[in-house]
């Protein structure tokens, strides 16, 4: 009895969240009412006050588990790549394409950064972490040039989450994205050392920019 009661339990909590993402993604937060989404889950409001607090909670708990779904995916990318200066960069490359998926669009990157404030302490340390482990190794296998891997950390991360909110929150998207994406690729090959006997399978992009190319990138 005790099982099946737990297994119910999450069987609630886990519908609550399904139709959370789809009504949130649909409506949006604050069109969302409480009355509205519980009717569709086909649950009642003390459900969602027992395992979420309020809609605030619930939608907590929503974007956890979309960060969570994203972080896989990113780790994925970055795994699969032929070799560690490829998978950062498409790792970096995929998360602002991920800025205009409808649930990160509108819930991670809109909802969340309005209603909580951005990410939880705990996932922006987890993507912290994530990142400088990436960098160091970079560092380690001589790709790129050594510095405080913390404080790179600390751009690339800050400079990542900025552009997908400025890309998420465009009516141009695309042309948003094209833009982050052009910008990144100049940072990121700022950071290789080129011609190195230790990086004979990187490719190097010969892109040439002018000034004015480069100024109208960083300050559009």
Same mark, same amino acid.
């Given at each position: #009895?005790?099982?099946?009661?737990?297994?119910? &339990? +999450?069987? *609630?909590?886990? #519908?609550?969240?399904?139709?959370?993402?789809?009504?949130?993604?649909?409506?949006?937060?604050? $069109?969302?009412?409480?009355?509205?989404?519980?009717?569709?889950?086909?649950?009642?409001?003390?459900?969602?006050?027992?395992?979420?607090?309020?809609?605030?909670?619930?939608? !907590? @708990?929503?974007?956890?588990?979309? $960060?969570? +779904? *994203?972080?896989?995916?990113?780790?994925? /990318?970055?795994?699969?790549? =032929?070799?560690?200066?490829?998978?950062?960069?498409?790792?970096?490359?995929?998360?602002?394409?991920?800025?205009?998926?409808?649930?990160? %669009?509108? /819930?991670?990157?809109?909802?969340?950064? @309005?209603?909580?404030?951005?990410?939880?302490?705990?996932?922006?340390?987890?993507?912290?972490?994530? #990142? =400088? =482990?990436?960098?160091?190794?970079?560092?380690?296998?001589?790709?790129?040039?050594?510095?405080?891997? @913390?404080?790179?950390? !600390?751009?690339?991360?800050?400079?990542? @989450?900025?552009?997908?909110?400025?890309?998420?929150?465009? +009516?141009?998207?695309?042309?948003?994205?094209? %833009?982050?994406?052009? *910008?990144? =690729?100049?940072?990121? %090959?700022?950071?290789? /050392?080129?011609?190195?006997? &230790?990086?004979?399978? /990187?490719?190097?992009? +010969? $892109?040439?920019?002018?000034?004015?190319?480069?100024?109208?990138?960083?300050?559009?």
């Amino acid at each position: #009895m005790v099982r099946r009661t737990r297994a119910e &339990t +999450e069987e *609630t909590r886990a #519908m609550l969240l399904t139709t959370a993402r789809k009504v949130f993604t649909e409506r949006g937060f604050a $069109d969302t009412s409480m009355d509205e989404l519980t009717a569709q889950a086909n649950l009642t409001r003390g459900a969602l006050y027992h395992h979420f607090g309020d809609k605030k909670g619930l939608l !907590a @708990a929503v974007v956890e588990q979309i $960060d969570a +779904e *994203t972080d896989a995916r990113l780790r994925v /990318i970055s795994e699969s790549a =032929q070799d560690p200066w490829e998978g950062f960069n498409n790792r970096c490359r995929a998360y602002l394409e991920m800025a205009l998926e409808p649930e990160m %669009q509108r /819930i991670v990157l809109r909802d969340a950064k @309005a209603v909580l404030g951005g990410p939880s302490p705990d996932s922006r340390r987890h993507c912290l972490n994530t #990142m =400088q =482990q990436l960098i160091e190794n970079l560092m380690q296998r001589e790709l790129v040039v050594k510095t405080d891997p @913390a404080v790179l950390t !600390a751009l690339i991360y800050g400079g990542l @989450a900025e552009a997908a909110v400025w890309i998420a929150q465009a +009516e141009d998207g695309q042309g948003r994205l094209k %833009q982050a994406k052009d *910008t990144l =690729q100049l940072l990121l %090959q700022g950071l290789l /050392i080129r011609h190195s006997p &230790t990086t004979p399978n /990187i490719v190097h992009r +010969e $892109d040439s920019y002018s000034d004015t190319d480069i100024s109208v990138l960083l300050l559009t």
